[in-house]
């Protein structure tokens, strides 16, 4: 499985990203999706994921500014980042996994990131 995001840039506070990630390699529909960042010094943590019943999950802190979705139809996850902080600074990963989950071990695939910087 291979995974290739993209979208990923400089924007000013306030200012919104979306963030895509192209599944290749085996049947998109048979993973749940994940999206993490990792910030400078800080281990990687959970931002997103959905679920095998199309559920959408998210980290506490950032609920009701971003937003995941899929369509199946180009095998491709996004998250849609709005209002973003300077602390949303960090490199974005997207994975994939046999369950939702917002740990990072919980995913077998992975892709090579994208960096976000909000300043």
């Known amino acids: 499985v291979q995974l290739v995001e993209s979208g990923g840039g400089s924007v000013q506070t306030g200012g919104s990203l979306r963030l895509s990630c192209e599944v290749s390699?085996?049947?998109?529909?048979?993973?749940?999706m994940g999206w993490f960042r990792q910030r400078q010094g800080n281990e990687r943590e959970g931002v997103a994921a959905?679920?095998?019943?199309?559920?959408?999950h998210y980290a506490d802190s950032l609920k009701g500014r971003f937003t995941i979705s899929q369509d199946n139809a180009k095998n491709t996850v996004y998250l849609q980042m709005n209002s973003l902080e300077p602390e949303d600074t960090a490199m974005y990963y997207c994975?994939?996994?046999?369950?939702?989950?917002?740990?990072?071990?919980?995913?077998?695939?992975w892709g090579q990131g994208t960096q976000v910087t909000v300043s």
């Open positions: 994975a994939a996994g046999s369950g939702w989950s917002l740990l990072p071990h919980r995913y077998n695939f």
């Open positions: 959905t679920g095998a019943d199309g559920s959408r």
């Open positions: 390699g085996s049947r998109y529909n048979r993973y749940c």
